[in-house]
């Protein structure tokens, strides 16, 4: 596939069988979260919804650098120009 031009001339083949798993178990959370919660109207809103389970995951474990876990105004601001909205 790499002499056709089909794949990536630099692509790796990984002998890693469960390599998914590490993207999986960080998912979880947000699977638990968005489960009990109303069904969404269209796809806009589950995409804003779900982001913003993303992003305060990602601050809490400690992702972004410009949002320190225990500075809720910068958080507030993060996640405001996240969305573009007025906080």
């Known amino acids: 596939m790499k002499r056709d031009g089909g794949l990536w001339r630099f692509a790796k083949l990984r002998q890693v069988k469960f390599l998914n798993n590490i993207v999986e178990q960080d998912h979880r959370r947000i699977k638990r979260l968005v489960r009990p919660g109303p069904g969404f109207k269209s796809l806009t809103t589950a995409s804003w919804t779900i982001s913003g389970y993303e992003g305060m995951a990602m601050i809490r474990k400690g992702?972004?650098?410009?949002a320190p876990a225990n500075d809720m105004g910068t958080q507030r601001d993060f996640i405001a120009t996240l969305f573009g909205t007025a906080a």
Not at 63 to 66: H, W
């Open 63 to 66: 992702q972004v650098v410009r």
